[in-house]
């Protein structure tokens, strides 16, 4: 209550707010005007006619006065003291507080049926219109592809290839016309860049790093930067602090869907005690970054280094947090070495688990799914009738 209301103000109205709670606690229900006066008569009463949500911004827009003011001060007093480092990690924390803590709510009516009219007839005439597919068929008809406010965590050992599945996932974006931001906590931009080259032209990564490509592959590599869609593909590596700070370049830059590698080398905007707090915070705040802006969010972190119990969602590195805000998280593992690997979903809000094979080829620029629902079907030919179950009809 301290930060809501003034101090004086509550010790003056101490006895009229218990008798508020008490009375609600009792019968459930707020007492009359009429009760009011005769067990506080010479309390001065005034008809209010903002509706409870004005009053609600009035009370924020109070506490955000008061958190601002105090933070000024504690920033000029450190300015003065010289420590400068500090101010600044308090006026990143007051940005998140502000950013996170006291955005405008959203809502909507839902006896509005015509809006849901709207949108089911644009579903069913075009799919999922904002929805960004990975290229992976299963997972695609698994989730319907990435939507608007979700927040996506993929997860895998180290050296499991899960920045190369960022990259095949950027590309399929692009490739979408959808307009992918790439935050890179680990590796550089030229890196990046060269891994969605890869890609794109399908060569040999190791040949690309070296500059030892077939003429072939130099034809094919050249001739297609020289000639490639300036459709925007925006990736930073320097300048990122926290989830405050990925949420200002989304609305700077205007992405479709950003991908952030390394979440885990994050800062916390809001200065937990522990690395398991932390990183609880950080997922907690890429979570409503993803609400606010409307634009999917996907994630990429370790898990542990030991495959015994991998399967279990739990074995994310440090805390549960991901498992908490994350809408779908995917494990990738398989062997170091072999040239198929699994990506396995161990969560989903709302549909199917999947689990598929995709292909691991650094050597052509190959990421895309190992046999595919139609191929199998068509490797299959008519040699096998499938049938449902009474209930899966």
């Given at each position: ?18 008798y508020?709670?008490d ?16 067990e ?10 903002d509706?409870?949500?004005?009053l ?34 308090l ?10 803590g ?9 006896a509005?049926?015509?809006?849901r ?14 929805a ?27 050296a ?17 016309k959808?307009?992918?931001?790439v ?7 030229r ?19 070296s500059?030892?490509l ?5 034809r ?23 989830a405050?700070?990925?949420r ?5 830059r ?6 952030v ?5 994050l ?8 690395k ?6 950080t ?17 990429f ?11 279990a969602?739990?074995?994310?590195q440090?805390?549960?947090s ?8 995917a ?6 070495g ?27 620029g ?19 009738e499938?049938?449902?179950e009474?209930?899966e009809?």
């Amino acid at each position: 209550m301290r930060s809501h209301f003034d101090v004086d103000m509550l010790k003056a109205t101490y006895r009229e707010y218990s008798y508020l709670v008490d009375h609600y606690t009792q019968y459930g229900q707020m007492p009359s005007v009429a009760s009011m006066k005769v067990e506080f008569p010479d309390f001065e009463y005034i008809r209010v006619n903002d509706p409870l949500d004005a009053l609600r911004h009035q009370i924020l827009d109070r506490e955000v006065q008061n958190l601002v003011r105090s933070s000024v001060e504690d920033v000029r007093s450190l300015f003065s003291d010289g420590e400068v480092g500090k101010a600044k990690d308090l006026l990143i924390g007051l940005g998140s507080k502000l950013s996170v803590g006291f955005s405008d709510r959203s809502d909507s009516n839902w006896a509005d049926g015509m809006r849901r009219v709207d949108a089911y007839i644009e579903r069913a005439d075009k799919g999922y219109p904002d929805a960004i597919l990975t290229g992976w068929e299963s997972f695609d008809a698994a989730t319907h592809g990435f939507q608007p406010g979700q927040f996506i965590g993929f997860g895998g050992r180290p050296a499991m290839g899960k920045t190369w599945c960022l990259c095949w996932m950027v590309f399929h974006a692009w490739k979408q016309k959808k307009v992918p931001l790439v935050v890179s906590m680990e590796m550089s931009i030229r890196e990046i860049e060269q891994r969605i080259d890869c890609i794109r032209f399908g060569l040999n990564y190791e040949r690309l790093r070296s500059g030892s490509l077939t003429v072939a592959e130099e034809r094919r590599y050249l001739w297609g930067l020289e000639n490639l869609d300036p459709f925007p593909l925006f990736v930073i590596d320097e300048g990122i602090s926290g989830a405050m700070s990925i949420r200002a370049e989304i609305e700077e830059r205007g992405p479709d869907i950003c991908f952030v590698d390394g979440v885990y080398l994050l800062k916390d905007d809001q200065k937990g005690k522990n690395k398991a707090e932390r990183l609880y915070n950080t997922t907690s705040d890429l979570k409503q970054v993803a609400k606010r802006t409307m634009v999917p969010l996907v994630g990429f972190t370790q898990m542990g280094r030991e495959k015994k119990g991998y399967d279990a969602i739990d074995q994310i590195q440090w805390s549960d947090s991901f498992s908490q805000d994350c809408d779908i998280f995917a494990r990738i593992d398989g062997d170091r070495g072999a040239t198929v690997k699994e990506v396995e979903m161990l969560k989903q809000r709302e549909g199917p688990l999947v689990k598929l094979a995709i292909r691991f080829m650094p050597d052509k620029g190959d990421f895309s799914e190992f046999m595919t629902p139609k191929e199998v079907a068509e490797s299959l030919g008519d040699s096998v009738e499938v049938t449902l179950e009474d209930d899966e009809v």
